[in-house]
């Protein structure tokens, strides 16, 4: 059975990685191949595919299949997800009242 967060966790861990975060960085400037990634980034075919996986599989990127290569862009919808989660995550809940932890007497 999945937790309520297995979601959460799933888009936040495609985020904790310096080679993800290279890959989106590179991605905020428009489509990329998968080739020019790998010149960028100075990285294997396989470490590439990877993390292009758990990026897909978050739904932040997307890929199209072009020829021997896929050509890959941020999904907007996704990041929208993302950031709204984010947003959730580190909201104050004001109906919540106030702090009732254990020094509270």
């Given at each position: 059975?999945?937790?309520?967060?297995?979601?959460?966790?799933?888009?936040?861990?495609?985020?904790?990685?310096?080679?993800?975060?290279?890959?989106?960085?590179?991605?905020?400037?428009?489509?990329?191949?998968?080739?020019?990634?790998?010149?960028?980034?100075?990285?294997?075919?396989?470490?590439?595919?990877h993390h292009m996986k758990l990026l897909c599989d978050a739904d932040i990127v997307q890929g199209r299949k072009e020829g021997k290569w896929v050509h890959y862009s941020i999904n907007q919808e996704g990041a929208e997800r993302a950031k709204m989660l984010l947003e959730q995550l580190v909201s104050l809940d004001a109906s919540s009242g106030q702090s009732q932890g254990c020094c509270d007497k």
């Open positions: 059975m999945a937790s309520a967060y297995s979601d959460t966790v799933r888009i936040f861990k495609a985020f904790c990685d310096e080679n993800r975060l290279k890959i989106l960085a590179q991605l905020r400037t428009g489509e990329k191949c998968a080739c020019k990634l790998l010149d960028d980034l100075h990285i294997t075919q396989p470490t590439l595919s």
